[in-house]
């Protein structure tokens, strides 16, 4: 019998992944998404995720620096699923740049019927990952690997169920009842094709190394107002296994999460401004009152 807590790695072309999978019901707590289910957790602890104002599919978290957080998926379907996760448009398995409009979802994790997965940093092997981590946009894995884009502060999700196979029947010519008949005057069977042949299997590329150095430009005093971004955390041990799964090209559900500090969820209207601060318009308006301070002068 299969030990649960080993993870599934898809052979057929994509690399797939179920960390950690067990049977389970869907957890009652909020979590965006009708096949998968999604959350974040910020050392060991839930984070909220907010629905963004304008009523688009997004979701926000608050992003602390030098938290490290996992995303756990929750297979809430009878069926095998694959779901490629990318984190500053960078794929969490292979590190490729998958932000491109037309770039393929690349490597993915698998999960079985009704099975959950807890996704904890980038994949380096078969046995290790590199914990995601909060850190300064600019010394991000994406930015110290030359690859920054524009989904930094993303974590998107893309769900494809598993192709399933089929044979495409091929007719013969419209006179086939005069040309084609046998001895007994019955025409022949329609002939079927082979299908498909599954697609070689893939090889694990890591994400770059630790120690890279960063590009030029990225080193230096950070800016007035900074942006998290997902770095390169510590190593830490996830076995994981290889399966067979052929994914359907299109995705069947998407999922994307955007991550800022609280400042930067303020800004965008995600936090409520405080009222706390010294706002004089807003204490003239509601007449608030206070205990009197010595003067200042």
């Not at 998404?33 to 907010?50: K, Q």
């Not at 929750?74 to 996760?85: C, F, H, I, Q, Y």
């Not at 190593?235 to 299109?250: L, Q, R, T």
């Amino acid at each position: 019998m299969r030990d649960s807590r080993i993870p599934w790695l898809a052979a057929g072309g994509l690399l797939l992944l179920s960390v950690q999978a067990q049977a389970h019901g869907v957890d009652a707590t909020y979590s965006p998404g009708s096949l998968v289910g999604v959350s974040v957790e910020l050392d060991g602890r839930s984070a909220r995720l907010y629905p963004a104002p304008d009523g688009s599919a997004r979701h926000y978290l608050e992003a602390r620096e030098g938290a490290c957080y996992t995303v756990r998926l929750d297979n809430r379907t009878g069926e095998r699923l694959g779901v490629a996760l990318t984190v500053d448009g960078l794929n969490a398995i292979s590190g490729r740049d998958t932000s491109s409009r037309w770039a393929p979802p690349g490597r993915m994790y698998v999960l079985g019927p009704w099975e959950s997965a807890t996704v904890r940093g980038w994949r380096t092997s078969l046995s290790e990952v590199r914990r995601f981590t909060f850190v300064e946009e600019r010394v991000s894995y994406a930015a110290r690997s030359g690859k920054a884009n524009a989904k930094m502060g993303w974590i998107e999700i893309a769900v494809h169920r598993e192709r399933r196979p089929y044979v495409r029947r091929r007719w013969a010519p419209l006179d086939f009842w005069t040309r084609d008949r046998d001895a007994t005057g019955a025409p022949p069977e329609p002939r079927e094709e082979p299908a498909p042949r599954a697609a070689p299997p893939a090889t694990l590329n890591a994400p770059a190394g630790e120690g890279r150095a960063e590009r030029k430009g990225l080193a230096g005093p950070a800016p007035a107002q900074s942006y998290p971004g997902t770095g390169w955390g510590h190593a830490d041990d996830d076995p994981a296994e290889i399966v067979s799964f052929d994914p359907e090209p299109n995705a069947a559900e998407r999922i994307a999460l955007r991550y800022e500090y609280a400042s930067g969820l303020r800004a965008l209207g995600i936090f409520p401004r405080p009222y706390w601060g010294r706002d004089r318009l807003r204490e003239r308006d509601r007449a608030l009152s206070g205990f009197a301070p010595p003067p200042a002068w």
